[in-house]
């Protein structure tokens, strides 16, 4: 059975429609250029359906990050998990140890200065892409911008799959997993019967804490002294060293005499023990003997001030203190006055230039005679000294009997 031949006509119209849509379906896939040839890195330059819209006006920022783990180009910025943006580039940092990823991000989207980008998941076996996240305050620091770049410091990655598999694994297979057996085992039979015991223990432990916990303040001052001692001490070296060299000798002649220091703290050890065996064997007589002081105490005691007084007159006879209180100037004036006994007789002494006078005898009443003269030819009456006194037996009137 023979195909039907298609017309000259339609044959030729089908070959150009073909040559056509092949011509559309290339503008299409390299993207047509008025002028010039297009430009075509590899695959990750074939625009992928959907993504986010970049708007008219998108602008750039560079994120640093420590691993990128599988995020390749095109994968979706998002804030608040709504795709705002996608990755351009992803190549190695300045550092050769960090990765440098340079996002487009809508120009309507506004983030501060100061936000911070997490490589995160979609899904258990999702894609990757860059979450940006605004801090919780606001600090004032301006917007992200063209050309703006997150530093090491404000970025990070969530756990890998593969990582939380491996710590799983490590952990049932290796991990002491198979011990707990043996742990609970050992436990129980540590706290079995000793239920007070432990529960005291926690009590005590806890009023511990309560303590520390109230005095973590004078803790940290203690802290801080001995911090500022250790500096003081620092530098201070020098001088501590001279101390403990100087320290040196007598510690070493401790260490010669410690047989005799021995020696003495022996002979002070049986010394005390003489001392209150005797005080013990002496006690009923010693108490005897202060009941026996005690009305002697009790009677100065009654004395008061009177004992204390008569010792200040005693050993100030006779110039006491009511004497002194007398005396006035630097000198102490003496007043003798002497009365003649009736029938004594009074020599004068001789007077030069004359003869000398007799005095009349004086009388019993009068007033000291022979303290007086009669004037001489050469002036007024002096003081005589004291005569010398006779005693005759002589009657009164100064005549002799």
């Excluded at 487009?104 to 983030?111: A, F, P, S, T």
């Excluded at 490589?119 to 979450?131: I, N």
Aim: aromatic share 2%; net charge negative.
């Amino acid at each position: 059975m023979k195909r039907a031949a298609l017309p000259r006509g339609r044959a030729a119209g089908l070959a150009a429609g073909a040559v056509i849509a092949l011509g559309l379906a290339f503008a299409l896939t390299l993207g047509g250029v008025p002028a010039g040839l297009p430009g075509f890195d590899g695959i990750e330059d074939l625009p992928l359906p959907g993504g986010a819209d970049l708007g008219d006006h998108p602008y750039t920022v560079t994120a640093e990050l420590q691993d990128v783990l599988s995020l390749v180009p095109h994968a979706a910025v998002r804030v608040n998990d709504v795709a705002v943006g996608r990755i351009t580039r992803v190549e190695l940092g300045e550092d050769d140890w960090s990765a440098r990823v340079t996002m487009e991000i809508n120009g309507d989207v506004k983030l501060p200065a100061d936000a911070t980008a997490r490589l995160e998941q979609s899904s258990l076996l999702g894609e990757k892409y860059v979450q940006l996240v605004a801090p919780a305050k606001e600090t004032g620091t301006g917007r992200l911008t063209d050309g703006s770049v997150i530093p090491l410091a404000r970025t990070s990655r969530t756990t890998e799959v593969e990582e939380v598999f491996g710590a799983l694994s490590l952990l049932l297979n290796g991990g002491g997993v198979s011990q707990l057996k043996t742990i609970t085992r050992e436990l129980n039979a540590a706290l079995g019967g000793r239920e007070p015991e432990v529960r005291s223990m926690l009590k005590r432990v806890n009023t511990l804490v309560g303590d520390l916990d109230d005095h973590r303040e004078d803790i940290t001052d203690a802290l801080d002294a001995v911090n500022r001692l250790s500096s003081t001490l620092a530098t201070r070296k020098e001088d501590v060293g001279t101390v403990l060299t100087g320290l040196s000798p007598g510690l070493k002649t401790l260490e010669k005499q410690r047989g005799s220091l021995l020696t003495m703290l022996r002979s002070l050890d049986t010394l005390s023990g003489v001392a209150v065996s005797t005080i013990n064997a002496s006690k009923d007589d010693m108490i005897a003997d202060l009941k026996a002081v005690a009305p002697t105490l009790k009677a100065l005691a009654d004395a008061g001030t009177d004992l204390p007084d008569s010792l200040q007159v005693l050993l100030t006879y006779p110039f006491t203190d009511e004497v002194l209180r007398g005396v006035k100037g630097d000198y102490l004036n003496t007043y003798l006055s002497m009365v003649a006994v009736p029938g004594t007789e009074v020599i004068p002494p001789l007077v030069s230039g004359g003869a000398p006078t007799p005095l009349p005898a004086p009388d019993a009443g009068d007033a000291p005679a022979a303290q007086q003269r009669a004037p001489g030819k050469h002036g007024p009456a002096s003081p005589l000294p004291l005569p010398s006194v006779s005693g005759t037996g002589a009657k009164s009137g100064g005549e002799p009997g």
